[in-house]
């Protein structure tokens, strides 16, 4: 009788210690999954931003180490929206004169319209189109040929060779550009907000370009 009591208890002990670890494994299974997804998705949260990022001179290996130290994709985000949205303190001898840049910042023309994008000839320059509200995809790469081609030309026509002189004439001529755009006051905020975007897309495009030199 004290023998069938043992067995008992020695049965309950092994089935109680069986579901014990059986439990145990399935929550380590699932912390391990979430710690995956977690990974994941902070890896693809940084790869989505990862131009913006560079542009503003991030360490990635930081932003590494703070996925290691389990930082939350919620968390991730803000810290990359604090990255990303200080712009870039540009040094500006004379903001005012832009003549002074040998630059032509003078993207609007009165006569053009959105319906057509401007056609380039030989000997003429090709004119940007106006922006009202926002462009089309073909009238967006119009806008940016435009920009790459004054940008361009105003290095050869400096002679810089140096790779921090182009740097410095592209950061003056996307903040007279972004100012030109904000001190317009017949401009919609949304026209603005787009126009701006522009510009910062355009620098992006320059930098990346100027780095791989």
């Excluded at 590494?64 to 803000?78: D, F, G, M, W």
């Amino acid at each position: 009788m004290l023998f069938e009591s043992f067995e008992l208890w020695a049965m309950s002990g092994m089935i109680v210690l069986l579901v014990t670890l059986y439990i145990w494994m399935r929550l380590s299974q699932r912390r391990q999954k979430i710690e995956r997804e977690r990974k994941l998705k902070c890896k693809e949260l940084i790869l989505g931003k990862r131009v913006p990022l560079a542009t503003a001179g991030v360490d990635f290996d930081k932003l590494a180490s703070l996925v290691k130290q389990n930082i939350r994709p919620e968390q991730l985000v803000t810290v990359i929206e604090l990255l990303t949205a200080t712009r870039i303190k540009y040094q500006i001898d004379n903001p005012e004169d832009p003549e002074s840049l040998e630059v032509d910042l003078n993207f609007e023309k009165e006569a053009e319209t959105l319906k057509t994008a401007p056609q380039s000839s030989e000997g003429k320059e090709e004119a940007i189109p106006t922006v009202f509200e926002k462009l089309t995809p073909e009238q967006e790469k119009a806008w940016y040929r435009v920009a790459h081609n004054r940008f361009r030309k105003a290095i050869a026509e400096k002679e810089l060779k140096e790779k921090q002189a182009k740097f410095r004439l592209l950061i003056k001529m996307v903040e007279l550009g972004k100012r030109a755009v904000e001190n317009d006051m017949e401009k919609s905020i949304t026209r603005k907000e787009y126009e701006i975007s522009l510009w910062d897309r355009f620098y992006e495009d320059e930098y990346l370009a100027l780095n791989t030199e």
